[in-house]
């Protein structure tokens, strides 16, 4: 079993708890008019090849590193894309006792997504947007089939962190917080809402890549549009003790 990976990043503080190895696969069906990571788009692009063995190999040398409360993150693109490897490794890692998240879209098949959950310990999931036809345009998606995946997540027990870019002109009004809020909590795994700043750091990607950025003239996400956005959250969704 080998997987098509697009980058690996050592030591990840973002992606999860504590510090871990993140492995960025190659490949997603979505085109989100924010997304950073445009070089894991298209499959045949820009990959290695990589075993379970030789992953786990990889991995085992920032062991010292991840096992004091971090652990391993699959990303991407979409891991669920190549859910046999996502299954495969995530089995293995929890049998040598390394914490395992799946870091989604929810856009892959529900049975593969249904294999690679049993040995997941948290599932991130970006929501993006609360509305089909926004979902749609922004990203070329289906909000409903997140939430078949959420409802797989949920029935499974697997721990849940919802995340959310905030895009200035978007998705950052208080009513898109609150929509957004009020499908999270609608999962009794939900353990945190995210709400994380829109930047243009990836300009150069899009540049490097001869693609045009759909949100070039579009403002960033202010350090103080998200304060004020986790205070709404804090005072109008009841979500206790989970707003970061
Ligand atoms: S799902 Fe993630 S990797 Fe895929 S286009 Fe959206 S932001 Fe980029």
New binding site residues.
């Given amino acids: 079993m080998k997987g098509r990976v697009n980058s690996f990043q050592s030591l990840g503080a973002v992606d999860g708890p504590g510090i871990r190895c993140v492995v960025f696969m190659q490949g997603?069906p979505?085109?989100?008019h924010?997304?950073?990571?445009?070089e894991?788009?298209e499959i045949g692009q820009g990959e290695s090849w990589f075993s379970v063995e030789e992953m786990i190999q990889k991995i085992s040398r920032f062991e010292s590193y991840i096992r004091e409360g971090g652990g391993v993150t699959l990303s991407?693109?979409?891991p669920l894309l190549q859910w046999e490897f996502a299954a495969e490794l995530f089995s293995r890692l929890q049998k040598l006792g390394i914490h395992t998240a799946l870091d989604t879209?929810g856009?892959g098949s529900l049975l593969g997504a249904e294999a690679v959950l049993k040995n997941t310990d948290l599932v991130l999931c970006?929501l993006k947007f609360s509305t089909e036809e926004q979902y749609e345009q922004y990203?070329g998606?289906s909000l409903n089939k997140v939430k078949e995946f959420l409802e797989l997540t949920e029935k499974g027990r697997v721990p849940l962190w919802i995340r959310h870019v905030v895009v200035p002109g978007l998705n950052d009004e208080e009513e898109d917080i609150q929509a957004i809020g009020k499908i999270a909590q609608s999962y009794s795994n939900l353990e945190k809402l995210e709400l994380l700043p829109f930047h243009k750091i990836c300009l150069e990607k899009y540049e490097g890549l001869g693609l045009d950025f759909p949100l070039l003239h579009h403002p960033e996400c202010s350090p103080e549009k998200i304060r004020i956005l986790k205070k709404f959250c804090e005072n109008n969704i009841d979500i206790p003790n989970c707003i970061r």
């Fill in positions: 997603c979505l085109r989100c924010y997304c950073h990571n445009p894991t788009w991407g693109g979409e879209s856009h970006d990203s998606g």
